[in-house]
C-alpha cells in the first residue's frame, strides 16, 4: 500500500478531544526515544511530519494523521519518560489509557521497542497491559541499523520469551529502521490487511 495522501487531522490531550471520525485508527506507542516519530515519517515518506525529538519526551500529546483517506495513524507520546512531573505522568497515563481502552476507532497498536536493548521491565508491563485490555497489538523492534542483525534478533527473541510467563499466543513482530526503510513495506502490508480484515 503506498501512501499517496497524508493530512495532519489534529492534535488531543483527551479522549474527548479525538478528531469526530470513523476512520480505522492504530495507533504507534513506546518509550519515549523509542524511534515513534521517525517510524511515522519513514512510513509516510515525510521528513517533517511527524516531530522527532533530540529531547525525549517531545511528544507530549496524541496527533492523528489521515492515510489516503483510509485510516488514521495515531502518535501517541512516549511512556516512560522520568523527567516529566509526577503529575504529566499519571494526566498522560490517564488519556492515553482511556484513548486505548475507548476509541471505537482503534483497530490495532504498535507497540516499539528499541532493538538495542534486551526486554525492559516497562516494555514488557506495557505489552502484559495490552494483554489484559484485549487490544490487538504487533511489536515493532526498532533502530535496527544501530547494531548487528543478530543482536537485534537475540533482543526481539529474549522479548518473545519473557511475554511467554503471561501471553498464550506469539504477537506479529517487524523489525524496521527509520534510516534504512527496513520494515516499512511489511507493516503497509500488515495495515492493508488488517483493513480489509476489518471491512474498512
Ligand atoms: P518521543 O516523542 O520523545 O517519545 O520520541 P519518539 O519515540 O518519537 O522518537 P524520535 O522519532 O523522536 O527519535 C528519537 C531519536 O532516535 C532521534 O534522534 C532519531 O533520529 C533517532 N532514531 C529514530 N529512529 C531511528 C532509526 O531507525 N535509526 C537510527 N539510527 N536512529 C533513529
Ligand atoms: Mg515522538
Redesign the pocket.
Known sequence: MKIQKVNFLQSAESLNDCPKSDLPEFAFI??????????INCLTNKKGL?????T????REMNFFSMNDQWALV?L??YG?AKVSRKQQEKFNQFVSEYLINRPNLRGVFL?LDSRHPPQKIDLEFSGWLIENQLPFALVF?????SKARVVEKNRDLFLQEMKAFSEGEPVTFL????TGQGRAEIHAFVHRALEAGGA
Not at 32 to 38: D, F, L, R, Y
Not at 176 to 179: A, E
Request: glycine letters at 12%; charged letters at 25%; hydrophobic letters at 20%.
Open positions: 513506546g518509550r519515549s526515544n523509542v524511534g515513534k516519530s521517525s517510524l511527524a516531530r522527532v525529538s533530540k525525549p519526551g517531545r511528544t502518535d507520546p512516549g519518560f516499539l526498532t533502530k535496527t541499523d544501530k524496521t529502521s527509520s534510516n
